[in-house]
């Protein structure tokens, strides 16, 4: 299957830091997608981005679509406690399939 | 509007046994698929299908059976369940088309096999 780097794994995250995210590949793709997944529940799509270079946000979260198409960060402003989850990159394949990454783990910070 | 709903969402298996986990979606999606997730390994594709009565192999098929005998429901079979089958499996379901990137996951079953 595709791999998906994402990166980091895990990270801690205080009230009110912006925290970032990445995704890369070795092959190119013209979709590239952010998921959340809270606990005890599916991922949840947050961010679409299909055009190299294509900046998008949704509330406090910020997503950019590489300009060599494959890779893809993903910025959270001004955190806080309920962006606790795990994030996944993913990038869509025929029949509409999605290859995911790992994830980034993100924890509240004691 | 009940989305994509899963059963069952725990079960425990012993080794050699066989269960099917069902997956209903209330949308009258086209596209449906069963996805599996391990610690730090991410989502990873199982089985698909691109409309009742079709199936397709994914990343990691074996071991794994599937049927789509009517739109809305996509059964995951295990017919002799081992212990690398421990996992949560994550049903999910597209309209495809322009509302594709939209993957509307269901909240999981999560299985042990002992």
């Known amino acids: 299957g595709q791999q998906l780097n994402q990166s980091p794994q895990s990270m801690f995250i205080q009230e009110g830091e912006d925290v970032s995210m990445n995704c890369t590949s070795s092959s190119i793709f013209n979709t590239w997608l952010w998921y959340k997944q809270e606990p005890g529940e599916g991922p949840v799509l947050l961010i679409a981005?299909?055009?190299?270079?294509e900046l998008t946000s949704n509330g406090r979260l910020t997503a950019q679509f590489g300009i060599t198409r494959k890779d893809s960060f993903l910025n959270i402003s001004a955190s806080i406690p309920s962006d606790v989850g795990i994030y996944f990159c993913?990038?869509?394949?025929?029949?509409?399939?999605?290859?995911f990454g790992a994830g980034t783990t993100v924890t509240v910070r004691a | 509007n009940a989305g994509v709903t899963q059963t069952p969402k725990f079960r425990v298996l012993k080794t050699g046994q066989s269960m099917t986990l069902l997956c209903a979606q209330d949308m009258n999606h086209e596209y449906m698929y069963w996805y599996r997730q391990d610690p730090g390994m991410g989502l990873r594709l199982i089985h698909y299908?691109?409309?009742?009565?079709?199936?397709a192999k994914g990343e990691v098929p074996d071991g794994y059976n599937v049927s789509r005998l009517k739109k809305q429901n996509f059964l995951l079979g295990l017919e002799s369940a081992a212990p690398s089958q421990t996992s949560v499996y994550f049903c999910?379901?597209?309209?495809?088309?322009?509302?594709?990137?939209?993957?509307?996951f269901g909240a999981g079953s999560r299985l042990t096999v002992l």
């Open positions: 981005l299909y055009k190299a270079g």
């Open positions: 993913a990038v869509r394949f025929e029949d509409y399939k999605l290859s």
């Open positions: 999910a379901s597209t309209p495809g088309g322009a509302g594709a990137n939209v993957l509307t």
């Open positions: 299908s691109v409309g009742e009565g079709t199936t």
